[in-house]
T-cell receptor
Framework: AQSVTQLDSQVPVFEEAPVELRCNYSSSVSVYLFWYVQYPNQGLQLLLKYLSGSTLVKGINGFEAEFNKSQTSFHLRKPSVHISDTAEYFC????????????FGQGTELSVKP | DGGITQSPKYLFRKEGQNVTLSCEQNLNHDAMYWYRQDPGQGLRLIYYSQIVNDFQKGDIAEGYSVSREKKESFPLTVTSAQKNPTAFYLCASCSSGTAYNEQFFGPGTRLTVL
């Protein structure tokens, strides 16, 4: 069965520091990959997605992610975080079809401190 | 503006009562989903529907029921059989016209059982 693992449940970081949120998935077939952000008491908002082509994907709010097929990873990065980036981040995988279902990781809580 | 609305934002229920959460979308999406979110557990799929008058159980359907009488609407009923219903509930939708299943989320409903 396919699964998604977010390797860190919490990531504390100081403002203006770089950050990487790690995501690994298990699948033997081609996948589509997503990162979503959730601010407190809100729904999920798409940050970026990898569908095909260039393995480096740029998203909103200065985030980017790199798809690594050999390591089955899709880590999210930002070179300099702001207080406003404090939120929960979810990695998700789609196999396409399958009823349109996404498989979500457990989430990583990013806490940016001044 | 196109989007997904969920109501109410906060809902309180006494034990033993059924309660219905509303989800409406005007994105003309065929597929709709209900997720439950508990702290540290990510998103768990309750039910999903790919087309009007049809729906499938997700991973944690016990104690929940849904209907899909209109394309725009996918209400979720939390029944008295759900043993621990206090959680944050998220509705999402997806276009069946793409292969990659990007889901769009509503703002969520927080249900508290008193």
């Amino acid at each position: 069965a396919q699964s998604v693992t977010q390797l860190d449940s919490q990531v504390p970081v100081f403002e203006e520091a770089p950050v990487e949120l790690r995501c690994n998935y298990s699948s033997s077939v081609s996948v589509y990959l997503f990162w979503y952000v959730q601010y407190p008491n809100q729904g999920l908002q798409l940050l970026l997605k990898y569908l095909s082509g260039s393995t480096l994907v740029k998203g909103i709010n200065g985030f980017e992610a790199e798809f690594n097929k050999s390591q089955t990873s899709f880590h999210l990065r930002k070179p300099s975080v702001h207080i406003s980036d404090t939120a929960e981040y979810f990695c998700a995988v789609s196999l396409g079809g399958q009823g349109g279902k996404l498989i979500f990781g457990q989430g990583t809580e990013l806490s940016v401190k001044p | 503006d196109g989007g997904i609305t969920q109501s109410p934002k906060y809902l309180f229920r006494k034990e033993g009562q059924n309660v219905t959460l509303s989800c409406e979308q005007n994105l003309n999406h065929d597929a709709m989903y209900w997720y439950r979110q508990d702290p540290g557990q990510g998103l768990r799929l309750i039910y999903y529907s790919q087309i009007v008058n049809d729906f499938q159980k997700g991973d944690i359907a016990e104690g929940y029921s849904v209907s899909r009488e209109k394309k725009e609407s996918f209400p979720l009923t939390v029944t008295s059989a759900q043993k621990n219903p206090t959680a944050f509930y998220l509705c999402a939708s997806c276009s069946s016209g793409t292969a990659y299943n990007e889901q769009f989320f509503g703002p969520g409903t927080r249900l508290t059982v008193l």
